[in-house]
């Protein structure tokens, strides 16, 4: 494993560890925070995504079905400690892995794409 791999694993389990703790948090304790409820799914599960597409884009072929099922983990127990579970929730994760993976697979290229042009010149 590289350094990249290391990071992009260990930034990735802090996040989930933070999405987490929030997400089965009770609701009482939590403050509130401007936006919809699905804009956090995606914007949390899409920065769930990122460290790897970053850092060490194969391991997204772990991730994101890891993610995938931590998320719908997540909705199986949110009734347990007084949340809601809901489709949409989920469908929300998946909207933000997508993305997430995106995004970081396009700034990746583009990244390495000015590195080619800085050699060539």
Sequence with gaps: ??????????????????????????????????????MHHVLAFALLALPAALLSPRMLWAVVPLAAAFGAGIEVVQPFVGRSAELADWMADMAGLAGGASLGLIVRAMRQLQRQRAINF
């Design 1 to 38: 494993m590289t350094l990249r791999d290391i990071s992009a694993l260990l930034l990735t389990v802090l996040i989930a560890l933070g999405i987490g703790a929030v997400t089965l948090a009770p609701p009482a304790g939590l403050p509130s925070v401007p936006g919809s409820d699905k």
